[in-house]
């Protein structure tokens, strides 16, 4: 079992910045892919961004370009970093994880983009 714990969400003004983060955490090893989703208001969940534990990145392609994903392999973290962001941003986002044929969710945390 993989227990995700997401960080980082909050309020930031359009053009600003966040650094999202989540840790996984239970009797695991290096989990094979870790990455984030996002939910707006009465939209579908999207692709944001997947990094695989070699080092394989996939965006999606509404953040390509303002939106980095990194990995701290040792300690089963993936970080999201938001730059330039914009309203269409904002959304709940949740970190996935992809580990012995199983997929695993965090609970979300909440950006939101406003002046």
């Known amino acids: 079992q993989v227990q995700l714990v997401e960080s980082g969400g909050g309020l930031v003004q359009p053009g600003g910045s966040l650094r999202l983060a989540c840790t996984a955490s239970?009797?695991?090893?290096?989990?094979?892919?870790m990455g984030w989703y996002r939910q707006a208001p009465g939209k579908q969940r999207e692709l944001v961004a997947l990094m695989a534990s070699g080092g394989r990145m996939t965006y999606g392609d509404s953040v390509k370009g303002r939106f980095t994903i990194s990995r701290d392999n040792a300690e089963n973290t993936v970080y999201l970093q938001m730059d330039s962001l914009k309203f269409e941003d904002t959304a709940v986002y949740y970190c996935n994880a992809y580990y012995e044929e199983s997929l695993y969710w965090g609970q979300g945390t909440q950006v939101t983009v406003s002046s």
């Open positions: 239970g009797n695991i090893f290096t989990i094979s892919v």
